[in-house]
């Protein structure tokens, strides 16, 4: 717990939970996209 991995896949699962109305969108939700270089989450489906 607390590795970088670890926080890494809960950004992504936070960003998901947001994408599907579960859950709030969060600070880091805009930085992935940014990061990723893509607009939506729709889009990072596409990724892997």
Same mark, same amino acid.
């Given at each position: !717990?607390? #590795?970088?991995? @670890?926080?890494?896949? *809960? %950004? /992504? $699962? %936070?960003?998901?939970? %947001?994408?599907?109305? $579960?859950? !709030?969108?969060? &600070? /880091?939700? *805009?930085?992935? /996209? @940014?990061? &990723? =270089?893509? *607009? =939506?989450? #729709? @889009? &990072?489906?596409?990724?892997?």
């Amino acid at each position: !717990e607390g #590795s970088g991995y @670890e926080v890494g896949i *809960k %950004a /992504l $699962r %936070a960003l998901m939970k %947001a994408y599907d109305g $579960r859950g !709030e969108s969060t &600070l /880091l939700s *805009k930085t992935i /996209l @940014e990061d &990723l =270089n893509i *607009k =939506n989450v #729709s @889009e &990072l489906m596409g990724l892997w």
